[in-house]
């Protein structure tokens, strides 16, 4: 038996990188899968045919992580057509950099509301389905919310430092009802978003104790272990898993 069989679990931004890598974790551990993507809608039928291969029921929704109502929306029709929720990953990102004079308030507007907001929201209408004593909440961050190693992060590492005070907020609110909330630091990560042979690669690898970029793969194993029964006592955490950037 996978230590995730019978278990329903919501991957906001599911349809690549360490989000489609969480989402196929958590179905090949046992769980059935809905993901959310913003355009890539042939990118997430084929993780939805990944999460079948494993004998999983997948689900993808169009939802953009700007728009409240879409959050919202993504978690009631994960309940209605999966038949539950135990566990939300809040994942969905987007990496709006550059100095500080040339960021519009439209950019501050759509990193806050994509970073910030839509976590809130979608744990705010996740809570009353999630089940007491084992409901799971993990959100996606970044090493870069400790670190700021070079100009014109300052929007991005801003939005992320916030995930700080949610995830310890969310957990002293569902402590109660024995439902965990954590927070997951990735750092360098080969995906399309951030390759590890793209123009920058070389700047990130010099900072990484391990001398290389960790894998999709790398982060979904740490999520699966917090939604997971061996993560039940763990809440309110920021965890790294970023090759020893921020040590």
């Known amino acids: 038996m996978a230590v995730?069989?019978?278990?329903?679990?919501?991957?906001?931004?599911?349809?690549?990188?360490?989000?489609?890598?969480?989402?196929?974790?958590?179905?090949?551990?046992?769980?059935?899968?809905?993901?959310?993507?913003?355009?890539a809608a042939d990118r997430a039928a084929k993780v939805v045919t990944e999460i079948e291969e494993h004998g999983r029921r997948g689900l993808a929704i169009a939802a953009d992580a700007a728009d409240p109502d879409a959050v919202r929306a993504a978690v009631e029709r994960t309940v209605a057509d999966l038949g539950r929720l135990d566990i939300l990953v809040n994942n969905a990102g987007i990496?709006?950099?550059?100095?500080?004079?040339?960021?519009?308030?439209?950019?501050?507007?759509?990193?806050?509301?994509v970073h910030v907001r839509a976590p809130f929201v979608a744990a705010q209408a996740a809570?009353?389905?999630?089940?007491d004593g084992d409901g799971r909440i993990v959100?996606?961050?970044?090493?870069?919310?400790?670190?700021?190693?070079?100009?014109?992060?300052?929007?991005?590492?801003?939005?992320?430092?916030?995930?700080?005070?949610?995830?310890k907020g969310l957990a002293r609110e569902l402590g109660p009802r024995g439902i965990t909330a954590n927070l997951v630091h990735p750092g360098s990560t080969d995906t399309e978003m951030n390759p590890a042979?793209?123009?920058?690669?070389?700047?990130?690898?010099?900072?990484?104790?391990?001398?290389?970029?960790?894998?999709?793969?790398?982060v979904a194993a740490m999520v699966a272990h917090?939604?997971?029964?061996?993560?039940?006592?763990?809440?309110?955490a920021s965890i790294l898993v970023d090759g020893g950037f921020t040590a």
């Open 4 to 39: 995730l069989d019978g278990k329903v679990a919501l991957v906001t931004g599911g349809s690549r990188g360490i989000g489609a890598a969480i989402a196929r974790r958590l179905a090949a551990d046992g769980a059935d899968v809905a993901l959310t993507y913003a355009t």
């Open 95 to 113: 990496y709006l950099t550059g100095p500080l004079a040339d960021l519009t308030d439209a950019d501050v507007d759509r990193t806050l509301a």
């Open 127 to 131: 809570a009353p389905h999630l089940p």
């Open 139 to 167: 959100t996606i961050g970044s090493d870069l919310a400790e670190r700021a190693p070079w100009p014109g992060l300052t929007l991005y590492s801003a939005s992320k430092s916030a995930l700080v005070g949610l995830t």
């Open 197 to 218: 042979d793209g123009p920058h690669a070389e700047q990130q690898r010099a900072l990484i104790p391990l001398g290389r970029f960790g894998t999709g793969a790398d």
């Open 226 to 236: 917090l939604a997971g029964p061996d993560g039940r006592y763990v809440t309110g």
